[in-house]
């Protein structure tokens, strides 16, 4: 609904149509296409789903879906239909205050450095067409699409994050831990942000560096995508799985998707012999080697044009993938096979949270 409260504030939301108003949640989820279509986007946000007179439209969010993806074509992915909501808290910001030892120039420097931070946090969000619920002190919450023009969800961590260790330059130690949660944009809102405080807990508590993220796909059909991991340097966990997020190319030919998809169902039908392996660099690289005609290996590529040559599609998503393979077991170092299962149930849900992003996964 329309919001009337301060309408001369700079900083209030507004939608497509100029309306200081809180967008609804299959708007934020489509916003892509603000950039994209624009009119027509336009056109259909206030056909469908929002006009002056009438205000909220919800029942017809299935006739906006639909005829936008007639006008949107291909470039329609099912991650369009979701919403992510993002949690972020500050780590170890309890200890950067202790070492100021109380002192009250200190303290108020630091609590700039934090209202900072909630400045420009403010624009890289809105920049990537999210929705700043509220930021304050080391505390954000937003709603956010998938994907936004050219970016992803990724990088809007990325963005947030280097907003958090601009401003927060002069304290060692301090970072920013998340949470994660996409949902289906029917499904309960209330649900969807009470599982967001359960993974933003998963992600403080996966070790005592912080520095972490959960994240959790909860598909149409109820099925789970879910993992977590460090984004600090050792391990950089976060930095293999945007590589192989990376490696795929959003415009493919209907044969290499099918290539990329059918990587990832390879892997989980040849699990045992993975599990044999995965201890030894050379066995898992000669695995790759054997049963994918398109791996190149390093060595491969240096004699075919030098270390400035770049793999083809399908070579460097098979080459980031088997590298993802070593980094999870190195980081996992399962010691039983129930461990080792564990391990490689991880692995494969990061590759389809990455396909998923990217728009090749299916809608089941």
Known sequence: TENNYEKGNSLALKDING???FESIMEIASSHFKGVLQKTY????NKHLWNENNGDVDDKETDFISELKNA????????????AIIKADGDKIGSAIKELNGDIVKLQKFSEALFNWAVSCDKAVRNYGAIPIYIGGDDLLMFAPISYGNQNIFDLIDAVDKSFAEAMKDYKGVSLSYGIS???YKF???EAITKVDDLLLQAKSLSDNRNAVAIRVLKHSGSELETSFEKGDNPNTF???KDVLHAIDENLETKEKSFLNSVGYFLRDNYKTIELIWFNKIRIENFFKNNFEDYVTDEELHLKGGKNLKRATKAEYLYKTKNLIEHIFLVKMPKNTEETEAALTEIYSIIRICRFIKGLEDEK
């Open 19 to 21: 309306n200081i108003r």
């Open 188 to 190: 309960p809102l209330f």
């Open 182 to 184: 996409i949902t289906y």
């Open 239 to 241: 930095r293999i799985i």
């Open 42 to 45: 336009k056109k259909l946000v």
């Open 72 to 83: 949107a074509g291909d470039k329609f992915k099912p991650h369009h239909k979701y919403i």
